[in-house]
């Protein structure tokens, strides 16, 4: 046989609850319980409400530029409650905060780290979370590097997930760490949160790929297209991902699709590049919206929860917001202290002289002895 | 305790860290089977088994930040880029998440990584495998840089930077992989991250130097005239960087001749002129000079010995700054 073919694929979609709220049974089965799919609306709802209020607060000048995760909630929520809060690693990008309260980050966390104050990362202990990932597509070598510790030290109930976006799949490092996790055969589940746009590049334009889950074929990886606004198909795909990861199975990849319904940050704005008609037909699909519809169409949620939910929304998102109002500004010498373990010598006295004119290592030398007496002084 | 190389001693040094530590994991490109490009690993696959010492797909990122990643779920990596001309691809990695991620959580997260990388020119060898970019990565905060010369100083540090709860770069000078032997104490010891060696004593001119360029000064010292007292000092730590030593060497000569292979400009000489100027001013006989590669590719290897830092240019570089 000359000329043969010697590898075909293709890419499965999963939908289990679709966009009028209602559920394919069959699909749904051993998926989520109706307290579940309450726990997860609530999850959701609240992170909206964190969302809008953070909005307002940089806005208002209260709080630099922030990225809002609206209308992908879902994506966030759904894998969450797959992995276990303690024992597996969550690898963040930027939006899936649900997921991140879902695993133990303290909610004024985000705030106080979008406020510019970095110890809004400095996650509690036996929190297993990487910071938000500013820069776009670096990220998931620390998911494959973390899950190849795990099978190194023979830890057989333990997986990592990483979240990306469409456009970080352009990036080399998101190629490189889907094939050391492959080659390696390690417990990583990637997530890619198929938003259609990174800042103002439409998906198209991103990748000539029909799909992004496409792209996990080339590395032999376990792939599944998902409706990433669908908290069923969602939680299905990354269970079943997290159970072949624990078994041995190596990394899977999940490509939720879903939409952003807000500006890339605050500091864009999206009508500049985006159709209204697209953001509207979306707005419809909205995974809140859905998820409200099925759970009244079932009799497990009604009018007087509902409102009960956005009033506890309130409560929590002001207090979280208080919470990180309240955070004391760190000591202006507070950059240096956690630059090493033992911060070296040099770098001490560079701290104890930056009020100085100069930042000259020896306070004696000429000069330099007048001006440090009469700043300590 | 034997005679060992600098090659060999990094591999020993290796060997024992491995059998003491069950959390090291050594990776990189064709160090397990073949016992890397300069046979630093050797043997060590084998030992250790092929999960300890791990031949990865050939990706420098891949490697520096799966070796991250490693670090920050506790495991005490050591990865292996096989040229200092392809740390590029892994820049980003090192400098951007391995040197940023314990600031950027305060602590609560952090990479405890030893990065093993072969430096500089002097070995015949093809593009990009020649170059000495360690003020790039002094350049970069939350890295530690080192470059030792010697077998007894390459186990010393070795061992500090692997035990270091933070990144460090570890420099091996190629060109003096296998020039030099000397006894290599079979005990596991340290040296600390930081601290000058004076190679030489002497009072009326301080080089200050680190990696191969070491032997090219000690030659120049040979050939300078009986009655010139120079004295020799090896950084062997880049960052942190020894000021005291260098200080207290140039306050006493009051002349400074600084030799290294990188480029001139911004390259460390650069600083340590600098720290010269504000701690020794008043003590200096003359101005520092800088005994050092220039702001150009480093050529090809039929004219790298014109680019490199050779015993009669440091020579020439004494002998002025002497004359001065």
Known sequence: MPHHTVYEAKIEHLQILDEDGKLDKKLAKDTLSDDQVVYLYEQMRVCRELDEIAFKLQRSGRMGTYPQNKGQEANAVGSALAMVKGNDWVVPSYRENAALFMHGMPMHYVIQYWMGDERGSKFPEGVNITPLSVPIGTHMLHATGIAWAMKQRKQTDNAVITYFGDGATSEGDFHNAMNFASVMQVPTIFYCQNNSWAISLPREQQMNSQTVAQKALAYDMPTIQVDGNDIFAVYKATADARKRAIEGGGPSFIEGVTYRLADHTTADDARRYRDQAELDAWLDKDPLIRTRKYMESVGIWDDAKQEDLENRAKTIVKEVVDAAISVSTPEASEFFDDMYAD??????RQRDTMRTSSIGRNPEQIGLKAQTAEVQG | MAEQTLVGAITSTLDQALAADPDIILLGEDIGLNGGVFRATDGLQAKHGKDRVVDTPLDESGIMGTAIGLAIAGMKSIPEIQFEGFLGPAYDQLVNHGGRMRTRTRSAVTVPMTVRVPVGGGIHAPELHSDSPEAIYTHSPGIKVLMPCTPYDAKGLLNSAIKDPDPVIFFEPKRVYRTFKEEVPDEYYEIPIGKAKTVVEGDDLTIVTWGAPVFQCLEAIDNCPEDVSVELIDLRSIYPFDMDTIAESVQ?????????????????????????????????????????????????????????????????????????
């Open chain 1, 343 to 348: 911060l070296p010598e040099d770098l001490q």
């Open chain 2, 252 to 324: 006493r000569t009051g002349r400074c001749v600084i030799v290294h292979e990188a480029p001139l400009t911004c390259g460390m000489g650069a600083e340590i002129a600098a720290r010269i100027m504000e701690e020794c001013f008043l003590h200096l006989e003359a101005p520092v000079q800088r005994v050092t590669g220039f702001d150009t590719i480093m050529p090809y290897y039929k004219l790298e010995n014109e680019y490199l830092p050779e015993a009669p240019r440091i020579l020439k570089g004494i002998t002025e700054c002497l004359a001065y």
